[in-house]
């Protein structure tokens, strides 16, 4: 796993943006808020957002321990980026942190997810097939 990987991942989801903060710790967000974050220096290590079950059994396995500062909001960090976690198991966790993050963020500045949206009506009714049978009422009708 290298620094690169990681940036793809994290870069891939919709809205995300990286920015350098506090010197040397490259910091991953959608709407503004932190959903991973790689210190620069090697060896990187990376911190992530994840759910309470989730920071319950990371942070019993060798090379992941509660994030400094950050531990009471279940981010988890990775001692040495690519020594404790698969690809898999990053790419999953990833997305799950940004998922918790992007749900996190107000209305007014939530993405939208990757499902599109139904069409819909001049009503602002999402527009729906009729079914055989009301196409029949309505032939009827006319």
């Known amino acids: 796993m290298t620094l690169e990987i990681v940036r793809s991942i994290c870069l891939g989801f919709p809205g995300a943006t990286e920015d350098v903060k506090w010197g040397a710790d490259l910091a991953f967000?959608?709407?503004?808020?932190?959903?991973?974050?790689?210190?620069?220096?090697?060896?990187h290590h990376m911190?992530?957002?994840?759910?309470?079950e989730d920071f319950a059994e990371l942070?019993?396995?060798?090379?992941?321990?509660?994030?400094?500062?950050l531990a009471r909001a279940m981010w988890v960090q990775e001692e040495a980026l690519g020594e404790a976690l698969e690809r898999v198991?990053?790419?999953?966790?990833?997305?799950a942190s940004y998922d918790l993050v992007a749900a996190k963020l107000p209305k007014s500045g939530r993405l939208q997810q990757s499902r599109a949206k139904a069409p819909r009506t001049r009503a602002g009714r999402p527009?729906?097939?009729?079914s055989p049978a009301t196409m029949q009422r309505g032939k009827r009708g006319r």
């Open 89 to 95: 198991e990053v790419d999953r966790l990833l997305r």
């Open 47 to 52: 911190s992530f957002k994840c759910s309470a």
């Open 127 to 130: 527009r729906t097939r009729a």
């Open 59 to 69: 942070v019993e396995r060798p090379g992941l321990r509660p994030a400094p500062y």
């Open 29 to 43: 967000c959608v709407g503004g808020k932190m959903f991973c974050v790689v210190y620069l220096e090697p060896p």
